[in-house]
T-cell receptor, first 110, second 117 residues
């Protein structure tokens, strides 16, 4: 059983639309949840972190966490072509290890 | 400042060469990570150092040898690599203390693109 699962996509949305990315995890003891954006050929860039149930907003990004359902999501409002990238969900347990999903490829169509 | 630096940016080496990758951070982070990433795959954990001690070794072949000389530096020594070891090698760091919240955030360096001929 995979620790962290994401729909691999590709996900295509028109410019200005809302992009919705989803992630589920298997370890109920997980405490910290992260979304990274990775452009082709570049390293992952941390864009959101969330630690408690509910929503966390930062600009056009909203992370949502539901620990009971073991579900994390990322909403990107007013999607821009520059948002086209692979989005990695990462989950941290109580130790030092981060578990990554396989990533969702997002394309924003102008 | 959330900067992790890595050198070199690109490295081409033969199977008999010995080379080293270097990673540096000055954020006071005490947990440092080496990951390997192949195209269209997520980062794959190789090693974790916590307070300069090796805490996780994900059964990595001995041709990869990590070293943490001090709290700011992390090296990865390479010897007798195979062509299948060609990948993007990523260093990352985080505070490492048993604290909650943003202290768990992990930041990646730009990576070293390694090609083994």
């Amino acid at each position: 059983q995979k620790e962290v699962e994401q729909n691999s996509g590709p996900l295509s949305v028109p410019e200005g639309a809302i992009a919705s990315l989803n992630c589920t995890y298997s370890d109920r003891g997980s405490q910290s949840f992260f979304w990274y954006r990775q452009y082709s050929g570049k390293s992952p860039e941390l864009i959101m972190s969330i630690y408690s149930n509910g929503d966390k907003e930062d600009g056009r990004f909203t992370a949502q966490l539901n620990k009971a359902s073991q579900y994390v999501s990322l909403l990107i409002r007013d999607s821009q072509p520059s948002d086209s990238a692979t989005y990695l969900c990462a989950v941290k347990n109580t130790g030092n290890q981060f578990y990554f999903g396989t990533g969702t490829s997002l394309t924003v169509i102008p | 400042d959330t900067e992790v630096t890595q050198t070199p940016k690109h490295l081409v080496m033969g199977m008999t060469n010995k080379k080293s990758l270097k990673c540096e951070q000055h954020m006071g982070h005490r947990a440092m990570y080496w990951y390997k990433q192949k195209a269209k795959k997520p980062p794959e954990l190789m090693f974790v150092y916590s307070y300069e001690k090796l805490s996780i070794n994900e059964s990595v072949p001995s041709r990869f040898s990590p070293e943490c000389p001090n709290s700011s530096l992390l090296n990865l020594h390479l010897h007798a690599l195979q062509p299948e070891d060609s990948a993007l090698y990523l260093c990352a760091s985080r505070f490492g203390a048993p604290l909650a919240g943003e202290y768990n955030e992990q930041f990646f360096g730009p990576g070293t693109r390694l090609t083994v001929l």
